[in-house]
């Protein structure tokens, strides 16, 4: 079982560079959601979805755009990279009917130079 | 606001030991509780999974425990080996949405 899939695992960037975080899931999750985690600070959250067309905000949003267009799929844009946004994702899926059970990808290790 | 404690934030013991992580949250309303490990620049693997109308779960060598009253859950290691050197995160589901509210970890160590 595939479960949840970070692509890529690694990535370097140059500031002001775009790019797209991948994230898939085919556990057929509602919830889906993006954390960044950095010394020191813990995971946070960047933004989450509840279900394919449904995107909310979460604690450190700025720089970041997701859109849900299929309940597989949560894509991560950074817009503008900042060397701020130098961190690790992670891309995590979850649904009620297992308990809110949180399962997570293997995180994209991102170094914006 | 919920805010997750977890101490000690480093721990080293020898093999064999039994030993206990400690996690503590200000807000009892939790929809769950779960306990991850990460290896080193490694991703976030699932240890137990504790639901808020339940007050311990199992797994192998490992107990955990939540009391919602006190805020506090604890993971219990059993028998300690090398390979469970890792660290160790707790994370509570809030009631109102699907966030989950991070401890900062605490780093086991494991001596052979």
């Known amino acids: 079982n595939a479960g949840v899939t970070q692509t890529p695992k690694f990535q370097v960037l140059k500031t002001g560079q775009s790019m797209t975080l991948q994230c898939a899931q085919d556990m057929n999750h509602e919830y889906m959601s993006w954390y960044r985690q950095d010394p020191g600070m813990g995971l946070r959250l960047i933004h989450y979805?509840?279900?394919?067309?449904?995107?909310d905000q979460g604690e450190v949003p700025n720089g970041y755009n997701v859109s849900r267009s299929t309940t597989e799929d949560f894509p991560l844009r950074l817009l503008s990279a900042a060397p701020s946004q130098t961190s690790v994702y992670f891309c995590a899926s979850s649904a009620t009917g297992t308990g809110g059970e949180a399962f997570f990808g293997q995180g994209t290790r991102l170094t914006v130079v | 606001k919920q805010e997750v404690t977890q101490i000690p934030a480093a721990l080293s013991v020898p093999e064999g030991e039994n030993l206990v992580l400690n996690c503590s949250f200000t807000?009892?309303?939790?929809?769950?509780l779960q306990w991850f490990r990460q290896d080193p620049g490694k991703g976030l693997t699932s240890l137990l999974l504790?639901?808020?109308s339940q007050r311990e779960q199992t797994s192998g060598r490992l107990n955990a425990s939540l009391d919602k009253s006190s805020g506090r859950s604890t993971l219990y290691i059993a028998a300690s080996q090398p390979g469970d050197s890792a660290t160790y995160l707790c994370a509570v589901l809030r009631d109102s949405n699907y966030q989950l509210i991070w401890g900062a970890g605490t780093k086991l160590i494991i001596k052979p």
């Open positions: 504790i639901q808020s």
């Open positions: 979805s509840v279900g394919a067309g449904i995107t």
């Open positions: 807000d009892s309303a939790i929809y769950n």
